[in-house]
Nanobody, 126 residues
Framework: QVRLVESGGGLVQAGGSLRLSCATS????????MGWFRQAPGKEREFVAS????????LYRDSVKERFAISRDNAKNTVFLQMNSLKPEDTAVYYC???????????????????WGKGTLVTVSS
């Protein structure tokens, strides 16, 4: 497993932006497909976005397309989630995820994730 530490969460007004970062250590970062999931109170953890090992392919849940962008810097062992035009329904704990068994983490395939961060809280006020 790779160790994952998220940062960048906080309180923001609707329409604002945040950039989440996930620093990794312990394994070869470029061997891992990376992703972001989120979990709102009382709801199941859900897929947000993922990026392939090379960074050449990305996937997004429909509700964040055109607003969120996932990227990775393999030289710095870090994955990012740029979140723009935030909405109150984006409020959740955001978790960084890594998979050494898939070239990209697919929506609905949470079992492909073998490493999780502890999460960072994003609160969007209306």
């Amino acid at each position: 497993q790779v160790r994952l530490v998220e940062s960048g969460g906080g309180l923001v007004q609707a329409g604002g932006s945040l950039r989440l970062s996930c620093a990794t250590s312990g394994r070869t970062f470029s061997d891992y497909a990376m992703g972001w999931f989120r979990q709102a109170p009382g709801k199941e953890r859900e897929f947000v976005a993922s990026i392939s090992q090379s960074g050449g392919r990305t996937l997004y849940r429909d509700s964040v397309k055109e607003r969120f962008a996932i990227s990775r810097d393999n030289a710095k062992n870090t994955v990012f989630l740029q979140m723009n035009s935030l909405k109150p329904e984006d409020t959740a704990v955001y978790y960084c995820a890594g998979s050494n068994s898939a070239w990209i983490i697919r929506p609905g395939q949470i079992t492909e994730v073998d490493s999780w961060g502890k999460g960072t809280l994003v609160t969007v006020s209306s």
